[in-house]
T-cell receptor, first 110, second 116 residues
Framework: GENVEQHPSTLSVQEGDSAVIKCTYSDSASNYFPWYKQELGKRPQLIIDIRSNVGEKKDQRIAVTLNKTAKHFSLHITETQPEDSAVYFCAAGNTDKLIFGTGTRLQVFP | GAGVSQSPSNKVTEKGKDVELRCDPISGHTALYWYRQRLGQGLEFLIYFQGNSAPDKSGLPSDRFSAERTGESVSTLTIQRTQQEDSAVYLC??????????????FGEGSRLTVL
């Protein structure tokens, strides 16, 4: 089955800096790669996703890149703000179940 | 309803007791997932239902765990003979179609289970 690894587990940045979170997956059949943000005490919410027919997708300060050959994908947050502080989860799947990574706790210091 | 609803929101039980957790997905969502999240940890896949297909139970940690779903409606997750390591937040999520054109998972608030 699918296995998703996520790094780093914690990430601290200064406000205004960029943050990058990386994930690798094992199942070459996976074709859907979403990212979820979970604020403290709240439910995870989708922030961006990418499908295997696309190499990069951007939404304002957030971008995701996908390398299907290497089976890894990354989340890039530019101009970080304190409200970006949360736990971020990557996931991989297809028309089947989604398997999540172990999460990255991002702290943005003012 | 407007979102995924889970009950109870909090459950404290004694070791060895059975518990039942309930999830009401968003109406029309064919896919339903259960995940377990231990304190400060990631989302551990438990079980996945897709329409009338046989559920994918590959994530259930032991035979003490079982789940049911009637059609495309309510699902219940049952944990028998609870152990302290079962303490976690159990999250339910639903989706129009897993990985399909609208693959977004909508999560409930979770059921926090504490086994004493």
């Amino acid at each position: 089955g699918e296995n998703v690894e996520q790094h780093p587990s914690t990430l601290s940045v200064q406000e205004g800096d960029s943050a990058v979170i990386k994930c690798t997956y094992s199942d070459s059949a996976s074709n859907y790669f979403p990212w979820y943000k979970q604020e403290l005490g709240k439910r995870p919410q989708l922030i961006i996703d990418i499908r295997s027919n696309v190499g990069e997708k951007k939404d304002q300060r957030i971008a995701v890149t996908l390398n299907k050959t290497a089976k890894h994908f990354s989340l890039h947050i530019t101009e970080t703000q304190p409200e970006d502080s949360a736990v971020y989860f990557c996931a991989a799947g297809n028309t089947d179940k989604l398997i999540f990574g172990t999460g990255t706790r991002l702290q943005v210091f003012p | 309803g407007a979102g995924v609803s889970q009950s109870p929101s909090n459950k404290v039980t004694e070791k060895g007791k059975d518990v039942e957790l309930r999830c009401d997905p968003i109406s029309g969502h064919t896919a339903l997932y259960w995940y377990r999240q231990r304190l400060g940890q990631g989302l551990e896949f438990l079980i996945y239902f897709q329409g009338n297909s046989a559920p994918d139970k590959s994530g259930l940690p032991s035979d003490r765990f079982s789940a049911e779903r009637t059609g495309e409606s309510v699902s219940t997750l049952t944990i028998q003979r609870t152990q302290q390591e079962d303490s976690a937040v159990y999250l339910c999520a639903s989706s129009l179609l897993a990985g399909g054109p609208t693959g977004e998972l909508f999560f409930g608030e979770g059921s926090r289970l504490t086994v004493l």
